[in-house]
């Protein structure tokens, strides 16, 4: 018996936000990572499903329509938004959802639901290193980084709304620094409701 946190890491774009969220995503059994829809284009290697549910416009207003959406936001010129159905069904569940989003989604999933959120801001160490990432990473063109890097400058403002900020310098360090405040919320008693009946357990024991 456990209640299901809704985990929400957001970051300017290449600042390893997507490799951090999909290892925890790998090591934790009880976490089930939200798979947003979007407007935007398969990026090379990107997968229907995998990444995204990749959406026309007129697909993308019907689920608004439809209320079929958690929240949604429009980022980039593109909408993303995180389809209600498979949150509920993994809360239900019992598991934990972790969702890639940016700090429009983020707020929004933590006005609906505040005892249930833990937001968590991704940092790049400097501009320079974002900017040297999303080229290494190449699967956007000069036009589109640049884009990309503007954006991050204005959004990286949202930081303050968030529980945790963790700087990306080295990867291995930002994973164990996400594990951890993943644990500890984990922890925190309003999540674990068999604490109760397990502690009246205990005072009622014999020995
Ligand atoms: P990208 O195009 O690089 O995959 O994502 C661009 C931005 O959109 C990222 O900041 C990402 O976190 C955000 N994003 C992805 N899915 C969602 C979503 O469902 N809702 C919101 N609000 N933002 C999203």
């Given at each position: 018996?456990r209640?299901g946190?809704?985990l929400?890491?957001?970051?300017p774009?290449?600042a390893g936000?997507?490799?951090?969220s999909r290892r925890?995503?790998?090591?934790f059994?009880?976490?089930?990572?939200?798979?947003?829809?979007?407007?935007?284009?398969?990026?090379?290697?990107e997968v229907?499903g995998?990444?995204?549910?990749?959406?026309?416009r007129?697909?993308f207003e019907?689920m608004?329509?439809?209320?079929?959406?958690l929240?949604w936001a429009?980022?980039?010129?593109?909408?993303?938004?995180t389809p209600?159905?498979?949150?509920?069904a993994?809360?239900?569940?019992?598991?934990?959802?972790?969702?890639?989003i940016?700090w429009q989604?983020a707020r929004?999933?933590a006005?609906?639901?505040?005892?249930d959120s833990v937001?968590?801001?991704?940092?790049?160490?400097s501009?320079?290193d974002?900017?040297r990432?999303?080229h290494?990473?190449?699967?956007?063109?000069?036009?589109?980084i640049?884009?990309?890097l503007?954006?991050?400058?204005?959004?990286?403002?949202?930081?303050?709304?968030?529980?945790y900020v963790?700087?990306?310098?080295?990867?291995?360090?930002?994973y164990a620094?996400?594990?951890?405040?993943?644990?500890?919320e984990r922890?925190?008693?309003g999540r674990n409701?068999?604490?109760?009946p397990?502690?009246?357990s205990?005072?009622?024991?014999?020995?």
């Amino acid at each position: 018996m456990r209640r299901g946190l809704l985990l929400l890491v957001s970051s300017p774009g290449g600042a390893g936000k997507t490799s951090l969220s999909r290892r925890l995503v790998a090591d934790f059994k009880g976490m089930t990572l939200s798979i947003s829809a979007t407007t935007r284009p398969p990026r090379p290697g990107e997968v229907e499903g995998r990444e995204y549910l990749f959406k026309t416009r007129e697909q993308f207003e019907a689920m608004i329509a439809a209320d079929e959406l958690l929240e949604w936001a429009e980022v980039n010129g593109h909408r993303y938004g995180t389809p209600k159905g498979p949150v509920m069904a993994a809360l239900e569940a019992g598991r934990d959802v972790l969702f890639d989003i940016d700090w429009q989604g983020a707020r929004q999933v933590a006005r609906q639901a505040p005892e249930d959120s833990v937001r968590v801001y991704i940092l790049p160490p400097s501009w320079s290193d974002l900017a040297r990432r999303l080229h290494a990473r190449a699967q956007d063109d000069q036009a589109v980084i640049e884009q990309r890097l503007a954006l991050g400058r204005r959004e990286v403002a949202h930081w303050t709304e968030y529980d945790y900020v963790i700087v990306n310098k080295d990867f291995d360090h930002a994973y164990a620094d996400l594990v951890h405040i993943y644990r500890a919320e984990r922890m925190k008693p309003g999540r674990n409701p068999w604490l109760p009946p397990f502690v009246e357990s205990l005072r009622e024991e014999e020995v």
